[in-house]
């Protein structure tokens, strides 16, 4: 355990050291060692795991979305499927029956997906808690049951041969080639969420999540903070959406949205650490693993990841990245006091 | 012009009135102390001030020149008065230096936008913000303490997080909520050695609630006594202590005089 602690301890030195250089170093750096994952991983395994690289990307994006809302602002939402899936039905629609290119497409749908989150915002401002939770489940499932009714959005038969990206003449048409895409879009969904959340907006937010009385009294406008963390994450949720319709083989179906996709994102962020960046990606690659794994026992899914949610909740209530965090933050305390005695001394 | 005043100042929970027509003025640069036995009201004062509860209509309250009788506690808070909580209400799960950094949230300097398109110059801000953050927390003590989360202080450090948080919002007028409850007497003196000290460097008006009677009779330079939601006396704390509504209000009427000197006193 506590190798696993220093390793995370030394990754973390490394990456600050870096980024003293330049802020951005560390991003190149990791968008540069991560590129060819799909040779390695062809090599190393077979190709379905490129498949699966693409998914945790996507999954990724949804993660780091909804720890904003959840993780970080505090509120509870189950309906961040339904705005997965806003981006993915709009920007499908779009290239499909306007013939528009994914770069016009992927953006609308991002911008939907953003309308609709503060649809789904607005319950926050008078709801919390369960009654919170049944709002927005009611949201996000009406999107999906709008989706499996209308013919247009697809309804039993799903969206087919959605056109794939291009940039010139290169064609984002297998999962090595669209595995870059992804990954980049992943990358800058991961920094954004740096930028935004070690700011005083990400402050304002936890400050939310933690007590809204204070929060106030202490000059944060409570209701524009938690309709901008939910019209933020949806903006993420549209983009992963919009990714997930255009992936090979450009093909979305109803199901791809349903209460299962929103309780597995939920064990991302609980698994990871509430309202903790890394700990929520963490959680988003190790979950994602999981449910393409156990795909097979697709019915029991939501039960084995409801119960693995609330044995994390129970015994490892900060998750992942909270035990390290703590880890790494007592460690510099103790320093800092070895320091201080030896000073004295 | 008194920096805070209330005109005629009333709530009501249900049929309970928990404020009664209540006129008080806080002068500028004074230290105002409220006292009043448990559920007289001085907590719900604190609410209605800072925009928590809606005052009854007829109620005015005017900070600053300021009609801050119906606004948000977030505009409040902007305008330049700052409090604590009698039950703390630290952002728990926040560092230290984090629950401050809450605290300045009204001059930050930079909005969302910055964070997505300027972000180093937001980097820069933060760290200035910091340093300054940095500065407060060495003032009370608690420079060593940063980077913990609030959840892991004992009470005493609690207690001073909660005024430094309040600090941070660079207020015109401090209003503390109990701040030296459950603590023992020298960590008492440090608390409030500390807020003198933060009213002389930053010119501040207070406002304190307190349930020890020698703090505020020792520090305060007016004193209003609350009963029932009413205000039942006010003046220096010398003409308070004299009072005979007030003594008996607020300890009862079986104790002779040398018992209720000894409670003034001790
Ligand atoms: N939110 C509330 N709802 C109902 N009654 C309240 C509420 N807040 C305070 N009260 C009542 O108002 C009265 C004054 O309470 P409070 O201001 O907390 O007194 P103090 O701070 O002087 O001890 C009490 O009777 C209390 O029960
Ligand atoms: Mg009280």
């Known amino acids: ?345 | 012009m008194p920096l805070l005043e209330t005109v005629d100042l009333s709530k009501s929970f249900g049929g309970l009135r928990a404020i009664s027509n209540l006129n008080i003025n806080i002068e500028a640069g004074s230290i105002h102390g409220l006292i009043g036995p448990n559920g007289s009201g001085k907590s719900t004062f604190f609410n209605l001030v800072t925009g928590v509860y809606q005052p009854d209509p007829g109620s005015k309250i005017i900070f600053n020149g300021h009609d801050i009788t119906k606004s948000a506690s977030h505009d409040i808070g902007a305008l330049g008065i700052a409090r604590t909580f009698q039950l703390l209400r630290l952002f728990s799960e926040m560092t230290v230096l984090q629950n401050l950094m809450v605290g300045y949230h009204t001059h930050v300097p930079y909005g969302f936008m910055s964070t997505i398109f300027n972000n180093s110059a937001v980097v820069k801000k933060d760290a200035e913000t910091k340093s300054e953050m940095m500065e407060l927390l060495e003032l009370i003590g608690m420079a060593d303490y940063a980077d913990m989360p609030a959840s892991e202080l004992s009470g005493g450090q609690r207690r001073l997080v909660a005024l430094g948080r309040a600090m941070a919002m660079r207020p015109k007028l401090l209003m503390l909520d109990e701040p030296a409850a459950g603590l023992s007497p020298v960590n008492v003196d440090n608390l409030l050695s500390i807020v003198m000290a933060l009213k002389q460097r930053f010119g501040l008006t207070v406002l304190i609630v307190e349930h020890i009677l020698k703090v505020v009779m020792e520090t305060c330079d007016t004193v209003t006594v609350l009963d029932y939601g009413e205000k039942i006396g006010e003046g220096s704390p010398d003409a308070v202590k004299d009072d005979h509504a007030v003594i008996e209000a607020y300890l009862g009427q079986e104790m002779d005089d040398d018992e209720v000197r000894k409670a003034f006193n001790s």
């Open chain 1, 1 to 345: 355990m506590t190798a696993i602690y220093s390793i995370f301890g030394r990754i973390s030195e490394t990456i600050e050291k870096l980024a003293a250089i330049h802020r951005l170093l560390p991003w190149i750096l990791a968008f540069a060692l991560l590129l060819p994952l799909p040779q390695i991983l062809s090599a190393l395994f077979n190709d379905y795991y490129i498949y699966l690289a693409n998914k945790i990307c996507i999954f990724i994006l949804l993660s780091v979305g909804l720890n904003i809302v959840k993780g970080f602002c505090g509120q509870v939402t189950v309906g961040h499927v339904g705005l997965y899936a806003i981006g993915a039905v709009s920007s499908a629609l779009i290239s499909l029956h306007f013939g528009w290119s994914f770069w016009l497409a992927f953006p609308i749908g991002i911008l939907a997906a953003g309308l609709a989150g503060i649809v789904v915002g607005l319950p926050s401002v008078r709801l919390e808690g369960a009654y919170l939770a049944l709002a927005t489940l009611g949201l996000g499932e009406s999107v999906r049951i709008m989706i499996a009714v209308t013919p247009l959005f697809g309804s039993s038969t799903g969206l087919l041969s959605i056109p794939a990206p291009t940039i010139g003449s290169f064609t984002f048409d297998s999962y090595t080639n669209y595995y870059y895409l992804v990954l980049a879009a992943a990358m800058i969904g991961i920094y954004l969420s740096f930028s935004i959340l070690r700011s005083a907006t990400g402050r304002a937010f936890m400050a939310v999540r933690e007590d809204t009385v204070a929060a106030a009294v202490h000059g944060v406008n409570v209701t524009k903070y938690k309709l901008l963390a939910f019209v933020i994450s949806a903006l993420y949720a549209g983009a992963a959406g919009g990714l997930f319709a255009h992936m090979p083989p450009g093909y979305i179906h109803h199901n791809n949205f349903t209460i299962i996709e929103m309780v597995t994102l939920l064990l991302m962020i609980v698994l990871g650490g509430i309202g903790h960046i890394w700990g929520g990606i963490i959680g988003a690659i190790i979950v994602t693993i999981i449910y393409d794994q156990t795909l097979e026992f697709y019915f029991y899914q939501p039960l084995l990841f409801g119960l693995t949610m609330v044995l994390i909740v129970i015994f490892m209530p900060r998750g992942i990245g909270g035990m390290i965090d703590r880890y790494l933050a007592t460690k510099k305390f103790i320093a800092s006091q070895e320091e201080k005695s030896n000073a004295a001394s």
